[in-house]
């Protein structure tokens, strides 16, 4: 049997490596338009120098002799005739017995001034990107970064190293509005801004100026204000890369649609990562590659773990990290302790825990991760829920043994 797998990331290669494990003998071939194998939340780290591009790979060197497994590097694939059960990538074609898409995900890049044409605007999503970054930095002096979310902030935090001049414009009120909330966030804004960041909150782009060659030199901002450039990061959000499937059947809205054992619509086509939408973090990307070549291999098996929203961030040093909801609803209790070094934030509904910011001190966030992905309840204990831990969800016998969880 021949599985073939478009995508080279978290996803597609524990989907190889599960399928080698299960079928000894099937051929498996991964297609990626990245000549190399990189762990794209380490990207940052290659513009300042901090690391090299071949030290931020997640697999072995020989993982793919190892494993064999062929892998056609730097190529794009172009289309897939899930009739004839082919992929295309340049004039050539691969058939295969099992697809599994796992393309990833493309920085979304609005469709304002000359954003999507400017010679000196790039994304952060490949290492050519880097690399142009990198070029682009070396005579300037002067940089522009709309969204302030993570790809957005490592960006800064790279480019105030090589001592640049950082601007970020966000049109949400705090920076990272996805992760944390506002008093989480003002604690980063505020050593961002000590090391010489500049932000424009609250405001969006709704123009550019450039010259003669297709150089951006200006963004305008909706307040009638403009901030000089002299190249420009887009960090606004990931799409889903699926334009290759155009004309294939694969059902899709914004991402691909799958099933619980992460098929698509048509037989012997699967999807996992963040094709499917389902979770943009690193574990679940993983996970859903192992659950896909399962399928695959023919050994049934669903992906139950929908929770996605955990992250942790350390920039300057200042650690945090949130599990489920940063933002309270309507009827949500709200309990917050905090002193000059740390920030504990627990977001209750009908006493079960939805949502923890830990920011300073991040350990017993595995106990909080638990917490909130079962939906348990915290607020039958006579003690303060930050005292919380394992110990109170176990129970013992006479003799002290431990039995079960409750």
């Known amino acids: 049997m021949k599985h073939v797998i478009i995508g080279a990331g978290a996803a597609g290669l524990s989907a190889a490596k599960t399928i080698r494990t299960l079928r000894p003998h099937d051929e498996i071939v991964v297609i990626s338009e990245d000549w190399q194998i990189t ?28 494993f064999y497994i062929k892998w056609l590097n730097n190529t794009a694939v172009t289309a897939v005739d899930t009739a004839l059960k082919t992929v295309r990538f340049g004039g050539d074609r691969i058939n295969y017995d099992k697809l599994l898409i796992a393309s990833g995900a493309e920085a979304a890049v609005p469709p304002i001034g000359a954003l999507r044409h400017a010679q000196n605007t790039f994304v952060l999503r ?10 682009a930095a070396k005579n300037s002096s002067q940089a522009i970064i709309i969204g302030a979310g993570l790809v957005g902030l490592d960006a ?36 961002f801004e000590a090391a010489g960041c500049k932000f424009r909150l609250g405001r969006k782009v709704v123009s550019t100026s450039e010259n003669s060659r297709s150089l951006l030199t200006r963004v305008n901002l909706d307040d009638g204000s403009s901030e000089p450039c002299e ?8 799409l889903p890369a699926i334009d290759f499937l155009a004309g294939s059947g694969v059902a899709h809205g914004i991402a691909l649609k799958v099933n619980s054992r992460l098929a ?15 979770s943009g973090i690193w574990p679940n990307a993983m996970r859903q590659g192992v659950v ?6 023919g050994f049934a098996e669903e992906y139950t773990d929908m929770f996605a929203t955990k992250y942790t961030i350390n920039l300057f040093g200042l650690q945090t990290m949130t599990v489920g909801k940063t933002i309270p609803e ?16 627990f977001i209750l509904r009908d006493g079960r825990v939805k949502g923890v910011i830990l920011q300073g001190d991040i350990s017993g966030g595995g106990f909080w991760q638990h917490m909130v992905k079962n939906d348990l309840k915290a607020d039958n204990f006579n003690k303060p829920i930050w005292k919380l831990s394992y110990a109170d969800f176990c129970s013992f016998d006479e003799k002290g043994e431990y039995l079960k969880a409750v």
């Not at 513009?47 to 002799?65: A, L």
């Not at 698509?264 to 389902?278: E, H, K, Q, S």
């Not at 309507?330 to 934030?345: A, F, H, L, S, T």
């Open 126 to 135: 490949r290492l050519s990107d880097v690399r142009s970054i990198r070029n």
């Open 39 to 66: 762990s794209r939340c380490m990207l940052h780290k290659c513009i300042n120098g901090e690391r090299d591009s071949g030290s931020i790979s997640f697999v072995k060197d020989d993982f793919f002799e190892s």
């Open 231 to 238: 190249f420009l990061i887009v960090a606004v959000g990931m």
């Open 292 to 297: 896909a070549a399962k399928n695959m291999c």
């Open 156 to 191: 800064a935090y790279a480019l105030l190293d090589l001592k640049k001049n950082v601007t970020v414009i966000e049109m949400e009120p705090h920076i990272l509005p996805l992760n944390l909330d506002e008093r989480s966030s003002k604690a980063y804004q505020d050593l």
């Open 330 to 345: 309507e009827g949500d209790d709200v309990i917050i302790r905090e002193d000059v070094r740390n920030y504990k934030k």
């Open 264 to 278: 698509t619509n048509i037989p012997d086509v699967y999807a996992a990562g963040d094709v499917t939408g389902l």
